[in-house]
Nanobody, 115 residues
Framework: QVQLVESGGGQVQSGGSLRLSCSGS????????MRWYRQAPGKERELVAG????????HYADSVKGRFTISRDNERKTLTLRMNNLKLEDTAIYYC????????WGRGTQVTVFS
């Protein structure tokens, strides 16, 4: 039922920018808080950013504050993460997440930052 599909990952030089998207289906998209997580090889998955259902509040991990911006379009049922001034440490698989009577994850999209 609930499905999340990420897109927009790729390779980018340090200091560059990238925009990730997540398309949601199988649930009332406009009703739920959405989140982005990431996981680097050999490390735990960590919360990157979250946004309320109506976009009235957002939160960010300290490591990305001032560089990343989370947003959503409830009409198009998409979640976006704009990433600026990317660093080598941002290299990871990025996942879209929603709680709808249980945890649901996308399959992830790879972001690789190189010097």
């Amino acid at each position: 039922q609930v499905q999340l599909v990420e897109s927009g990952g790729g390779q980018v030089q340090s200091g560059g920018s990238l925009r990730l998207s997540c398309s949601g289906s199988g649930f009332s998209f406009r009703t739920y808080m959405m989140r982005w997580y990431r996981q680097a090889p050999g490390k735990e998955r960590e919360l990157v950013a979250g946004i309320t259902s109506n976009s009235d509040r957002t939160h960010y991990a300290d490591s990305v504050k001032g560089r990343f911006t989370i947003s959503r379009d409830n009409e198009r049922k998409t979640l976006t993460l704009r990433m600026n001034n990317l660093k080598l440490e941002d290299t990871a698989i990025y996942y879209c997440y929603v709680y709808v009577r249980g945890d649901y994850w996308g399959r992830g999209t790879q972001v690789t930052v190189f010097s």
